[in-house]
């Protein structure tokens, strides 16, 4: 199965910007990867913020945005707050085979 | 209110078996692909196994292919893992999600050692 790389760990500042990718062995992500990205706090259950590259929940905060760029899956954060410091994945759905989680970038607001 | 509550989990020896649960309310469980999702402690989030809406399509990590088996009962609205051979590095807790609709149950702690 295919391996799924995010960057281990980014720091932003309080009202500033940063762009979490995501990205896939076995080449460019694409919509048919249907991207899925997810928000987890320390000793809570994943929470949805994303599906299909850019589509938002009902909950999704409207400083999160999704795309693709430069081959890969991302997630932009426009206005950080301490409330966004967090662990967020990514999965990708590799179609026929099943499904793979990225490691996980632990983001810092500081 | 849509809830997802896992059970089942607890300690096992290597080799050894478990089931899990996951029963469902506040939605029409038939509709839907169902997930289970795992945490290995301090660790990641790992895809496990989805299953389509009926039974008929399953789809596994490849580390547990043979040993893990995913199946649902519609009538229950109720999801199950038969985890089977299980061996230290299965150890986490196992989540039961509605991947699409964004539903997750709290998680259920299964800990495989002697």
């Known amino acids: 199965q295919a391996v799924v790389t995010q960057e281990p760990s980014l720091t932003v500042s309080p009202g500033g910007t940063v762009t979490l990718t995501c990205g896939s062995s076995s080449g460019a992500v694409t919509s048919g990867h249907y991207p899925y990205w997810f928000q987890q706090k320390p000793g809570q259950a994943p929470r949805n913020l994303i599906y299909?590259?850019?589509n938002k929940y009902s909950w999704t905060p409207t400083r999160f945005s999704g795309s693709l760029l430069g081959g890969k899956a991302a997630l932009t954060l426009s206005g950080a707050q301490p409330d966004d410091e967090a662990d967020y994945y990514c999965l990708l759905v590799y179609g026929g085979v099943g499904e793979v989680f990225g490691g996980g970038t632990k983001l810092t607001v500081l | 209110e849509v809830q997802l509550v896992e059970s089942g989990g607890g300690l096992v020896q290597p080799g050894g078996s478990l089931r899990l649960s996951c029963a469902a309310s506040?939605?029409?469980?038939?509709?839907?692909?169902m997930t289970w999702v795992r945490q290995a402690p301090g660790k990641g989030l790992e895809w496990v196994a989805n299953i389509n809406l009926d039974g008929s399509e399953t789809y596994y990590v490849d580390s547990v292919k043979g040993r893990f088996t995913i199946s649902r009962d519609n009538a229950k609205n109720s999801l199950y893992v038969q985890m089977n051979s299980l061996r230290a590095e299965d150890t986490a807790v196992y989540y039961c999600?509605?991947?699409?609709?964004?539903?997750w149950g709290q998680g259920t702690l299964v800990t495989v050692s002697s």
């Open positions: 299909e590259i850019s």
């Open positions: 999600a509605n991947k699409d609709r964004g539903d």
């Open positions: 506040g939605f029409t469980f038939s509709n839907y692909w």
